[in-house]
Every structure is written in C-alpha cells, then in structure tokens.
C-alpha cells in the first residue's frame, strides 16, 4: 500500500508539471500581450514597458515558468492576477467554495435520484417505472444544462417567483448583503438540480445496467437457492457489486467537475471556479487560468486517489500494489 | 400493445411539454398598480454588470463601469455637469476647481485655484496638493498606471516615467493653487484632465501596483465613496457625508451586483430583483416594441433607454498592404460598396445610427458631411471608383468571432464580392485580432474594429487613428497603417488650434479624409441600450462619460 502511494504522489507531480508547462505554452503561443491590456486601447511603448516589468513578463517564457514553479513550492502562492492585480489564491479561495457548494450539493441530488430510480428499474425491467425512468434518462442526457438552466431560470425563477434568477449567497462569513444556510440554499435549488440533470440520468443507467448485471450472477442465484430473504439478496450480494463502479465514477467526476461546472456557473451567475476560468481565459489572464487549473488538477488527482483507496478498502478482493 | 400505447403518449406528452417550455415567452404579466411619483432622494439603488471591475484605484481603472464608480466617487479639477446632452452634459465645467484654469500667453501653462470646503469621505480637506499627488502616482513607473499616455506633455513627466525623479518639475502645487506646465501647446489638456485619474487622492496613498481596495475614502471627494467591494461578487458605495456641494446624491446606497449574464439582468430588472441591467442584443426589438424607447414607466413596468455613445465601428483599410497602398479610388469604391445599413442590423435593434465620418455624431467638431451613401450600396459608383484597381482581387479580412463579428464581415463580404473584391474572412478573437492587426506587416487588407472616446476631443479620434506619426513595430491604433505626410501635417496642425478654431478644422478634416482619400469605412456610431426597473424616477446618461450617471438616478 505504501509503495502504491508513493508511485501515485510521483505520477501525479509529473502530470502536474506537464499540465502546467502545457498551459504555459499554450498562454505564450496566443498573440496577445497582457501587458498592453493593462494600459489600454491607447498604450504606449514606455506603459507597456513597465507594465511587462510589474507582471514580470519581461523575464524569458522558460524563467517566468521557474518563477511560477517556486512561486507554488516553496512559498504556495499562485501569484497575482494580471487584470486586477489581487492574489490569485485569494481568488481560487474564493471561488472554490461556490463550486463546492454546487458539486456537493448537486452530487448528492444526483445520486438521491439516481440510486432509488436506478436500483428499482433494474428490480423490475420493462415495468412503467423502468420506461418512465429511460425516458427521463433521453431526456437527461440530451438537454444540454445550458437548455436547461435557461427554462428552469425563467419559468421557476421568473414567471413562478420560487426562487432567485440567479446570483449565489454564502453559507458562513456572508461577503454580501445576503448569506446563511437558508439563502444558500435557496440560491442553489436551481443550479443543483440543472447541474444533477444530466449526472442523474448518466447514473439511473449505470445502476440499471450494473444491478441487473449483479441479479444475473451465479453467487445470487446461489443464495436465493439456499434461502436468503429477497432483502437481503439485493442488499448483501446484487448492490454490494453492483455499485463499486458507481463509487469510482463518483470520485472521478467529482473531481473533475471541482475544476469548474462552468455552464451552470455562467447560466446562474454562480461565482465560482468555472465562471473565474472563463473571465481569465478571455482576458488573457495567465495566472488566474494557471491557479485554476493547479487547482483541478489536485482535486482530480486527490480524488483519483481517494476513490482507488476506497475501492480497495470496500472490496476486499482489491489489492493495491 | 395497450401498455405500449400508454407509454408512448406519455413520453409524447412529457417531449411536447419541454417544447412549450422552450416556446414560452410570452410577457411577463403587467404591473397594474399606478404609477408612483418620481422619489428624489433616498432608497438602494441596484446595478447589475456582467463582469467585474478592473480597479477602485483612480490611478489603475480604465473598464467604462470602473469609470462610472469613479464618476460617482471623485471630485477632479474639470468635470462635466451630471446632465444629459442636450441639458449641457458635454460641456466642461469647473469641479473641485473654482473656474476654469488660467492660461498663460504660450498656452503651455495652466492655472487652477482648488475651492475650500472640499473633504474626502473621511473629513479630510482637499488641496491642490491631492491633485499632484494623483497625477505624479500615475507618473509612477511602479503603479504602471494608463494615465502616462496621457501625460507624456507634462513638463518633467518623462524623468518621473524613466525612475529619475519623484516628482514632475511641471506639476506644482501651493495652498489652493495647483499650476501644470506642459511642453508644448496642447489645447485638448483641458479635457484630459476631466479624465478619472486626475481625481484628487490622498497624498499618504501608497504607491502600489496591486491598487487601493475598500473602503476608499482618500480617494473619494464626490457624493459617494466605495465602502465595499467583493471582488467578483458586489461593491457597494455609500454617501459621503462630508460632500457639501451641488452634485446629485440621490440615493442612499449604491449596490452593484457583478457577473450576472446579460439574460438574467433582463429577468431581474423585469421581475424587480434589480433597478438598472443590460439584456442580449437579440431582445432589443422585443424589449422596444413591449416598453417603447426612452419612456418612464415609473411604477408600473421596466424602461428602455437609448442613448447616443461616442463610439463609432469602422473597417480598416490596411495601407501597408498591396491592395490600398495608394489606392484611394479603391479606398473610396469600399465606402460606396458597403450596405451600412445591414451592417448596422447586425447589432442588433437601435443598435446606433449609420455614419460614413470618423467623429461621432454630435462629438466635438462634427459637422455632418453626407459623403458616402447611407441607406445602402451604391455599386454603379463603387465600379466606377473599383475599375482597375483590385489589383488581383483578392483580399484579406480580420474579423472577431463573436457576437456581431462574423455576420458584419459576411455583409462586407457579399458587398465588395460585387466590386470585384473577393475577400476570405479569418475570425479571430478580439484581443488576439487586435494585437496581430497592431503588429507592422500582419497580412489582412481589411479588419473590423471599434473606438470609443477617452476624453471629449476630435484628437482622440483623428490624430489617434489617422497620424501616421505614431505607427511603431507593434501595438499600433492605427491599424490602417495611414501615413501620409500631407494628413500627418493637416492632422498636427488641427491639434494645436483652441476651440472654436479647433473644431471647425477637425470638421473640415474629418470631411476631407473621407472624402478623398477614406483610409477607413465607418458605419455605425453605437446607442447605449439600458433596462431601468419601474423603481427607477429619473434617469441620466453622461454624454462625455458614456456611461449612466448613477448618483443622479433616484428610486422610490
């Protein structure tokens, strides 16, 4: 186990700067100087000049990087925004909680519907409920959450007045003039639920499939075979199999999704990680894009890790080496 | 088969649903409740933005909304009076000053004399020496501020530029009396200085690159100072309660809420959430048609306001390339060619109003010249201008891929295809577009492209655009690459005139480099299109500022 993790923590520094240098890269390849941007539509040689020498882009592409490689190591700080000059892990740190808030919340949505709807379809293959459910699968699965967003924002924000169009409220420390759990919530009923459309559906399937695939298998019919009560055949031996691909799928779009749900974010004027990945990317903002993406690339890499050790820990036929 | 049957007109049923759903727009139902009288004073005004400021700092904030919050905020020497156009919103006005400046005989040297009484948000008096304060921070190399563009003439601004000096030996400051001496006759200095980085700040202010952050009361002498910003979230400004003079302060508080997508401004000021929002371009039409154009609705529904902006769309006709390169006949066959008004559709409805002249409508030292055609193409003229000279015919067109981009590019395109110019059109993004169009050499012949004033004067416009005295390697504005001697000269000459001299030049070379030799093809000078909520009494635009006066707006 310890010799797993320490190749896991090496492969993950490695893709770490891989994906960092390629973004560098990719940020230098694009014509664009943020240092003009800084001076505006009338800049002249000697504002750029400085400008480029307060962002530090007067240095060679290859030593900007080190700078930024230490910057993070040694220090931990992502540097500062080009645009606005703040901290970028002021802005991450600001911007990831919102996130959270709608990838957890959404998570737990999904799986709330997904798990119920899934396991009882598989239960009773070709029954009204499993139709219905299919068909909410389609529809699930090709509205885009843009779509989505947009009719839920109208008809339940605007027209019925359930709840707010948009905006975000935090849940502690309020940084505007609205916050606490209750409005928290209220502010997230349509981000989560247009955010766990499409995961729902993608899951009702999966659970579908793998719990009918698990009723078929010869250890179950063993049991049924010797006596279980059907409670405890589905419970110990169909959804203890059935769902371990569940949990790995969980982890990994978890994880990636913490890098930003970034049309939901934008439908709903969420600020979070993936509204703030868009704004630098067309502001050219390099070290926001690049604190953002450090950021996605731990929590896809931390929770890779997690699910795997998870794994191991509920199946105990699951070694890791 | 029954069960089947059952299911698919469910299914059926629950698809038909999401299209009417989709459908759905009918209006939101009308406010019947009557129309409540126009409350002066008082109440939270709501503003929604789609993105962020940049900076609270006078010296760093450069985005249109920033300088609506330093509007609101600051007192500077000149300003403009918080007034609509036609009630003499353009014209510069004494501010913090007590007149306007005297002016000595070589025109080099301006004297300003700051009125008493004057205190920041935090009851600190203001002097003559807040304001060489703010303009020597924005000399500062560290703050690399956009204001040294336009200080370059001041006296002793280049030593401070280059870290050779503290101060600019030009700005002096004295008591009350503040004296800037500039290098050379610049008659448009005095509407520069109505510029927001010339607003008083505290002279212990740190010089910090990263800016002033909230509250910022030493920055703030006008009727209002930012007590809270939240990046990304809100900012929020509140009276200052030490501003004694004439200026509208009629809110209690201002709240802007920032990152709201433009379709859900629209839905949160029609549903009363917000008092002041955009909306995409696409429901221009609907929103005229459903609330008229520039009518209080106070109590009873939202209002569409129209305004004119100082902001003009054109298309570059690139000199250093082959095709135009002393090609004025087939400079001049563009501008016949172009079908403005299907341009101008493009933007949306009430979009702006077509133009074929560099300066805006109504701008200083405009003077309308009907050189090219307005309602359409005229190709019978354009062939007679094109034959001969489309030297191959093919050519090459910078567009940027959004929003109005493409399909003004397509116009042009069908347009001067019938010209015998048959131009292959590369989308790009904005800043990528403009940052290759800026580098000396980039291979397109045409590019779209736009300009809004930074201070109310034609030079902002013409010389900016058009001298081809200030084409460098890379970072160019004039992405025509015009450079010819005799404009370059007509151009300067124009500049050192005062008004009304000034302006009567800048008419005549506004109609003469259109008419002759037409280095651009202008086509639209762009409206600003605001939602107000019913809550909203009174609303002012600034003409000089292009922006919505917010201290002047009132909510019941």
Redesign the interface.
Known sequence: MFRYLIRRLLWAAVLFLVITLVTYVIFFI????P??????????????R??E???GLDKPVYVQYAKFLERLVVHQNLG?SF????SVNG?VG??APVTASLVFGGAILWMLIALPVGILSALRPRS?LD??SM?FVL?GIS?HPV?IG??L???V???L?WT?????CDFINP???CGGPVQWAWHLILPWITFAILFAALYVRMVRANVMEASNEDYVRTARAKGAPEHIVIRSHILRNALLPVVTMLGMDIGVALGGAIFTE????L?GLG??AL?SITT?DLTVTQGIVVFATFAIIIFNLLVDLLYAVIDPRIRLT | MH?RLW?SI??LA??AG?LV??G?ASP?SSNTAKAGSKAAKGGTLRVDQT??F??IDPALA?FSHSWQVELATQCKLLGFPDKEAKAGGSRIVPDAAKSLPAISKDGKTYSFTVRSGIKFADGTNVTAANFAYAINRDLQ??M???A???L?DVAGAKAV?DGKAQTASGVKASGNKLTIKLSKVAPDFLARMTMPFFGAIKTDTPVN???IGAPAKGASCGPYFVSDW?????LVMSRNTFYKGSRPANPDQI?E?????P??QR??V??G?TDVGGFPPAAAAELRDKYGVNKMHTGSSPSFIVRPQAVFWYLNLNHDQPLFKNNDALARAVNYAIDRPQMVRQHGALAGTRTDQILPIGFPGFKDANIYPLKGSNYAKANALAKGKTRGGKCEFWTFNRTFGPTVAQVVQFNLAKIGLNCNITPL?R??ET??GG?RGAQFDILLNG??Q?YPDPYDFIN?LLSGTSI?PE?N?NLSYFNSPKWNARMAAASRLSPPARYTAYAKLDKDLMAQAAPVAPYVNTNARVLVSKRVGCYVYSPAYNVSILNALCVS
């Open positions: 694009i014509p664009a100087n240092a003009k941007l800084n001076c505006g539509q009338r800049a002249t040689p000697t504002c750029i400085n400008a020498k307060t962002l500062k645009s606005t000059r703040q802005i600001n911007a009204l139709r219905t068909v529809i509205a779509w947009l009719i924002s109208y008809l924000g605007f027209k007045g707010p169009i948009t905006g975000y940084a505007t003039d934008s439908i709903f004027s600020p509204k703030t704004d050219f | 069960k299911l469910a299914a629950i698809g999401l759903a989709a759905f939101a993105s962020d940049d900076f450069y190399p560290k690399s501020s956009p040294t563009t336009f370059e530029l690159p990263d800016g939240t990046q990304k979230r809100q709240v809420n920032i990152g709201i997508a379709d859900a839905l949160r029609e549903s959430e993004d800043v990528v940052t290759k580098t300009w809004g930074d900016i460098q970072n504005v």
